[in-house]
């Protein structure tokens, strides 16, 4: 198999576990917002967005997971794993994967309002690669139901992005 084509399915597969923990949140009134974090192919981190059940408007679940794989290494530096998100991270976030030094991250759906490459398209660590668009649709989808539960009514184009 070619490289980049086993790396997609490679991507694939943690995104669905991503997708799973975004699941978790969406059941607990949560924004549907999962993350994974792989360290040589082995899952050491999942989370997700916990700002409603914590009352912290920074636990949102690339926190967390940065948190729990530190933990799980034993180090703050995260210089061998890779970050899977089912959303664009927010600029908070994106700084604090750049704190870790993670150097690849992988995510789902993108999201023009909150997102890091709008407003902070440096803030990651100079090194490291990102891929977008991960199942992206599975990811959007999510999103945009727990914002159609929420207001009752078929959103707008741009309305997944709110958090
Ligand atoms: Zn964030």
Same mark, same amino acid.
Do not use: F
């Given at each position: 198999m070619e490289k980049t084509e086993q790396q997609r399915k490679e991507d694939e597969q943690m995104m669905r576990r991503a997708l799973d923990e975004a699941r978790i949140a969406m059941a607990k009134d949560e924004i549907p917002i999962g993350a994974i974090i792989t360290c040589k192919g082995r899952i050491i981190a999942r989370a997700y967005n916990l700002t409603e059940t914590l009352c !912290?408007?920074?636990?949102h679940a690339e926190m967390q997971a940065i948190t729990m794989a530190a933990n799980a290494l034993g180090g703050?530096?995260?210089? !061998?794993c890779t970050l899977y998100v089912t959303v664009e991270p927010c600029p908070m976030c994106a700084g604090a994967i750049g704190w870790a030094q993670i150097p690849r991250v992988v995510y789902g759906a993108? !999201?023009?309002? $909150?997102?890091? $490459?709008?407003?902070?398209? $440096?803030?990651?660590?100079?090194k490291a690669t990102v891929t977008s668009g991960i199942l992206e649709d599975e990811c959007r989808e999510l999103m945009q139901e727990f914002f159609r539960g929420k207001r009752g009514l078929t959103p707008s184009p741009k309305s997944d992005g709110q958090r």
């Open positions: !912290d408007v920074t636990a703050k530096y995260l210089t !061998d993108p !999201d023009p309002k $909150r997102g890091y $490459r709008e407003y902070a398209p $440096r803030v990651m660590h100079p």
